[in-house]
């Protein structure tokens, strides 16, 4: 008797998404049909987190399936140690064909971290990568450009415009349908292999700012109905506040620019939407059933788009620590909403299973397999997310607890009482024995008092 076929596993990833910018996730506005019909076949979390919002911690220690602090990736120019057991990894060592296409933000000089190909236009390795990371070993090598403008022109130059991350997604998705052909069909020399387990990843650098897009008729359409954060309260917090229309050096932006800058997001994220559409239409083309496959779509992090006057991400606030999240196999698990506290570090245990593949030890990971089987009882309820090594945010049911060490005091929202998170409650008493659970977590995981 024959062992069942493994599934073939698409991951559809886009960079800096909110997890409300979406038509599944209830934007009226946002147009995501190809999301969207995915969405409604799928397992829908509805309460996702990031474990670091930034782009590099965040994804590595999602590859890793461990928290930032534990994977050794906990700030902006981090990565993995060199051969580093990531999910990708783990599936090639079990006879998966694992393909990334586009955006992996290594910067280290392992670039593919076990994918056994590679697709796009984003490696470099980072001079301290290269030569150690003592500083006297590598100062005089030359450095990458800065990559972005400042905050504030970032919004003041959003519009119409061709950045190079368009350019950059409509490679990845070119060299994804390649890859795919000669998979599945491979017409020139007849050695597809279609037998051999798939792990595709479709990473997209869209709609990452610059809130720029070169789809006139698309900005034009969201210029006119894009929901704005306006008179929004300013936390006094140190590292939560934030500047009205934002910015930093204490630059505001007006009311226009606001407008275009997410006119233009809300662009880049149909724009996305399209790309994705491509991808799953070259599927079909190549004799492909999506009922067959296990599709993820996820993001690194959100983005903030001037609630409570901030833009981009680094906060624990939900426009920047939360991130959209589904996964569907009809053939396994029929659809439904998820509102537990999940982490992006649960997807490397949870693919494991689904694909057959043993789950490593020492991992932060979580198999989602008992939530999108309908069984949440016995849930460890809980979203951990840290950022630059000295910051921590810990979600258990609807509380979020947030550490700041010396940077500033602790906070805790209550999102079921106040899901704007505008009301600090870590001094209500009716909180006391949550925070008391809190804190002992938090010295578990390293960021404690000394």
Not at 185 to 203: C, M, N, Q
Not at 324 to 330: D, E, I, M, Q
Not at 392 to 420: H, N, S, T
């Amino acid at each position: 008797m024959t062992a069942p076929r493994r599934p073939n596993v698409l991951f559809l990833m886009t960079d800096e998404h909110r997890f409300d910018v979406a038509g599944f996730a209830g934007d009226p506005v946002v147009r995501t049909p190809v999301l969207d019909e995915l969405a409604r076949g799928a397992v829908v979390f509805g309460n996702a987190y990031t474990p670091a919002p930034i782009c590099v911690p965040g994804r590595q220690a999602m590859m890793a399936g461990q928290f930032p602090r534990h994977c050794g990736v906990e700030r902006f120019g981090d990565d993995l140690a060199p051969g580093h057991l990531t999910f990708a990894r783990q599936l090639a060592l079990h006879g998966y064909r694992t393909v990334a296409a586009g955006k992996l933000h290594h910067v280290g000089v392992d670039q593919a971290q076990g994918w056994t190909h590679l697709i796009g236009m984003e490696s470099g390795v980072a001079p301290h990568h290269l030569a150690g990371r003592d500083e006297d070993s590598y100062r005089g090598l030359p450095t990458p450009a800065a990559h972005k403008w400042s905050q504030a022109t970032e919004v003041q130059r959003a519009g119409i415009g061709r950045s190079p991350y368009v350019a950059r997604d409509e490679y990845t998705v070119a060299g994804a349908l390649q890859y795919v052909h000669e998979h599945f069909v491979d017409s020139y020399y007849d050695r597809a292999i279609p037998e051999v387990p798939l792990l595709l990843k479709v990473s997209l650098h869209q709609p990452h700012y610059p809130y720029l897009t070169p789809h006139r008729e698309l900005f034009e359409h969201y210029l006119i109905r894009v929901p704005l954060y306006e008179d929004q309260e300013l936390s006094s917090h140190p590292v939560l506040g934030g500047r009205r229309h934002v910015v930093r050096a204490g630059i505001e932006v007006t009311r226009r620019e606001q407008q275009r800058a997410v006119a233009a997001y809300y662009a880049m994220i149909e724009a996305a939407d399209g790309l994705f559409g491509q991808v799953l239409d070259g599927l079909r083309l190549a004799g492909q059933d999506l009922d067959d496959w296990i599709v993820v779509f996820t993001s690194d992090h959100g983005e903030m788009l001037g609630e409570h006057g901030v833009w981009e991400k680094q906060r624990f606030y939900e426009g920047s620590a939360r991130v959209p999240l589904f996964v569907r196999w009809p053939r396994r698990f029929a659809p439904s909403a998820v509102t537990r506290n999940v982490s992006l570090c649960d997807l490397y245990a949870t693919l494991c299973e689904l694909t057959g593949v043993p789950v490593p030890k020492g991992l932060d990971s979580r198999s989602l397999t008992p939530l999108l089987s309908g069984d949440p009882s016995g849930w460890d309820d809980e979203a951990v997310s840290q950022f630059d090594g000295t910051r921590l945010m810990i979600k258990r049911g609807a509380l979020k607890y947030q550490w700041y060490g010396d940077e500033g005091p602790e906070v805790l929202f209550d999102l079921e009482a106040d899901p704007g998170e505008r009301y600090d409650v870590v001094a209500d008493p009716r909180h006391a024995p949550a925070l008391a659970g809190f804190r002992l977590r938090r010295d578990e995981l390293g960021f404690g008092p000394g």
